[in-house]
């Protein structure tokens, strides 16, 4: 038995319920049947056809067709399954349809083959999106071609072979059964087969019943193999954890088990489908960081944000860390007949052309594509960045799941030493604002026109022999000519790389120092604005010798916020009373973040610092941030943003061994404005002059250094 043999019965819906069984023929039997009649109706000419093409090795190109068609109708068939009765039915009908639309064009690409014709026709994959887009893509392709002469039903296939297998001995039929499982394993693989066995095929052939009720044998057939597979991935947090990647002493990691079951468990049966039917069309053996990939590709975004974020925290460790890489890395990728039906009806009134296929980048909610644009009556090369379609309906379910989650499990909390659930509460309106601002491109529009306003510069550098200038460069934003857009369209900034990928030391060095003082002297000390996610990969750096010039590309300001003065001062404040220990400093702090100036709530804040700080005499700055938070004493959720923005810039000077530059540019910054602040009286410092004479102006100036140095560990 030939392997050719063993992969034509994948060819369809129940691993080829037409045309299988005919390519498993005992050749005794074969011999047999050459001395007979060719039987005349026109379905079993065609079954032999196919048959005879396939037996006499056709090529590659043509396997893999076939093996396209196989992936097609097992992807009708996953979709089937957790359904009622009349919606298997359909989806079977649809797989029928599309069969038998597709079944022609294979035969009639081999007979162009045998006859040495070289034209063929295409037998599309179904991009994937989400599973009932894909067979939305596949029944468009079926309706786009012709009636076949002859309609073949499956079962009616079925039906034609099941005489043969009654009459076949047992000897032989354990061998076609080894046979065939040992093909399976290895087109499928091992982990994620959701093909019926041989017996399990030969049991649908010999059924008795009508034909809706064989249709639903060979539904539930796949579906007894998802449910096996299905708990494995509703369980994925538990999964992970027995890898290996998990340390379960974490009492954060093991909050983060919990919370992935729980989201996974409530996550729509669309979606276990979609992963299920990526899982077994990926290729046998998918690599454990694949599979990984595939799984959370397809959660929501809110879930995708709360993980990386997560991924970033110190403690969890270096696996876990490296496995919520993954989610930032890589977006699953909106296929291009979808991205051209998302610029086919906005009403902004741009004209949009020649889209490119592949994306420039593609994230958890947006995605960005290469195109072109009529402007000022001329073509213009832009970056086409847009919402991933249903992207918003994933934001509100992965918000409900999220806000289900903290009541549902209170005890647990408890149990893991937990005191304020308000936190997790505060945490769930942080992500959801933060969804409701992603999936509103306006403001995206308007951030990115701040940022162009405030991030252009050029800066003269020293320390390389190469570079005198650096420059920072926010693409141009283009705004539509009929309004409202859901389209976000920019100047198009090709070439450079990433950080990482700079290969000379002294270059990294000035572009992680100026990204770090630029950033930080804009958010705290001039207008405020801020970009909140300015990770590697949202900017890309071009080295252009000949001018002497360094030129880092800033992309992607939907996570951005805008620090008012009395932000800014509330951080100051903070940062000073928790390096000094003071308690009245810290108040007056957290009093101007609250913007109250109630003496009733001023005691109270003053009680419970003293109080905590006799209970941990020795907390560090950094650490009366986290207290601060936990209380629910930082309203603002500017500060949040800005939190995690000096985050993510700080993974710049030590992904390359420098611990000490982020503090020490933050210093410079700090000491310069403030020496700007004592020279210029019209300089808006964000330190009132009250709170510089209740700190003491000395004090301030001596401790400058230190305070800031402790604050950003």
């Not at 990984?292 to 929501?300: D, R, Y």
């Not at 602040?677 to 300089?683: E, I, K």
């Amino acid at each position: 038995m030939n392997r050719n043999k063993i992969n034509f019965i994948l060819v369809t819906l129940i691993l080829s319920m037409l045309a299988s069984s005919c390519s498993y023929w005992p050749k005794t039997h074969i011999e047999n049947e050459q001395n007979r009649e060719i039987a005349a109706s026109e379905v079993d000419q065609i079954i032999e056809e196919l048959k005879s093409y396939y037996e006499s090795n056709i090529s590659l190109a043509r396997k893999q067709e076939i093996q396209t068609v196989q992936e097609n109708l097992l992807k009708y068939l996953i979709e089937a399954t957790s359904a009622d009765d009349a919606y298997k039915i359909k989806i079977y009908k649809e797989a029928s349809e599309y069969f038998n639309k597709i079944y022609p064009l294979i035969l009639s690409n081999m007979r162009n083959e045998k006859q040495g014709i070289n034209e063929f026709k295409e037998i599309k994959k179904a991009p994937l999106w989400t599973l009932k887009e894909e067979l939305r893509f596949l029944n468009k392709e079926a309706d786009s071609l012709p009636a076949p002469k002859v309609k073949i039903d499956l079962l009616q296939g079925l039906s034609l072979l099941s005489q043969f297998y009654k009459g076949v001995d047992k000897q032989t039929k354990e061998k076609l059964g080894a046979n065939y499982q040992a093909g399976v394993t290895k087109v499928m693989g091992e982990n994620f087969d959701l093909h019926p066995s041989f017996n399990e095929i030969e049991a649908l052939l010999e059924s008795d019943g009508t034909d809706e009720e064989k249709i639903l044998k060979a539904i539930s057939t796949i579906e007894k193999k998802i449910n096996k597979h299905e708990s494995r991935i509703r369980h994925i947090g538990s999964e992970i954890a027995k890898s290996g990647h998990v340390d379960m002493n974490n009492t954060q990691l093991r909050l983060v088990v919990t919370f992935m079951d729980y989201y996974f468990n409530k996550m729509p049966d669309d979606v276990i489908k979609t992963i299920m039917s990526e899982l077994v069309t990926g290729g046998a053996k998918l690599p454990e960081e694949e599979v990984m990939k595939i799984v959370f590709q397809n959660t929501g975004p809110g879930l995708g944000k709360v993980l990386q974020q997560i991924g970033k925290e110190k403690g969890v460790g270096d696996k876990f860390s490296k496995l919520m890489g993954i989610l930032e890395s890589s977006g699953k990728e909106v296929p291009i007949h979808l991205v051209r039906e998302v610029v086919e009806t906005d009403k902004g009134g741009f004209e949009v052309k020649d889209i490119i296929k592949k994306p420039l980048g593609t994230g958890t909610i947006a995605q960005v594509n290469r195109a072109k644009i009529w402007h000022d009556e001329k073509e213009v090369d832009v970056a086409l960045r847009f919402l991933k379609p249903g992207v918003g309906k994933r934001c509100k379910e992965d918000i409900a799941i999220l806000r289900q989650f903290v009541p549902e499990n209170e005890a647990l909390f408890a149990k893991e030493g937990v005191e304020d659930i308000k936190i997790m509460s505060t945490l769930i309106d942080s992500v959801e604002k933060f969804l409701d601002e992603e999936v509103n491109l306006s403001v995206a529009v308007a951030r990115q026109k701040k940022a162009f306003e405030v991030y252009n510069r050029s800066v003269k550098v020293s320390g390389s022999p190469k570079f005198k200038m650096l420059e920072m460069r926010v693409p141009e934003v283009y705004l539509p000519p009929e309004g409202k857009s859901n389209l976000h369209i920019q100047e198009f900034a090709g070439g450079g790389v990433k950080f990482a990928e700079l290969d000379d030391t002294a270059t990294k060095k000035i572009v992680a120092e100026e990204m770090v003082r630029m950033w930080f002297e804009e958010a705290l000390f001039k207008s405020g604005f801020l970009n909140a996610d300015l990770h590697q990969g949202n900017f890309r750096i071009v080295l252009i010798e000949e001018d002497n010039k360094i030129k880092v590309q800033l992309y992607d300001f939907g996570l951005s916020s805008t620090l008012t003065k009395e932000d800014q001062r509330a951080f100051l404040l903070v940062g000073a009373g928790a390096y000094m220990k003071s308690p009245n400093t810290l108040a007056d702090g957290l009093m101007v973040s609250m913007e109250s100036q109630d003496k009733t709530l001023r005691a109270k804040l003053l009680k419970d610092i003293e109080s905590e700080m006799k209970v941990s005499p020795n907390k560090r700055p950094e650490d009366w941030v986290v207290w601060c938070v936990q209380k629910n004493y930082f309203v603002s959720d500017n500060l949040g943003a800005f939190a995690r923005g000096s985050l993510l810039l700080k993974q710049l000077p030590e992904s390359m061994g420098e611990t000490e530059m982020f503090k020490d540019t933050i210093v410079k910054t700090a000491v310069k404005n403030l020496g700007h602040a004592v020279a210029d009286r019209d300089y808006e410092y964000p330190l009132k002059k009250i709170d510089m004479v209740k700190i003491g102006a000395r004090q301030i100036k001596n401790y400058c250094m230190d305070i800031f140095k402790s604050f950003f560990k």
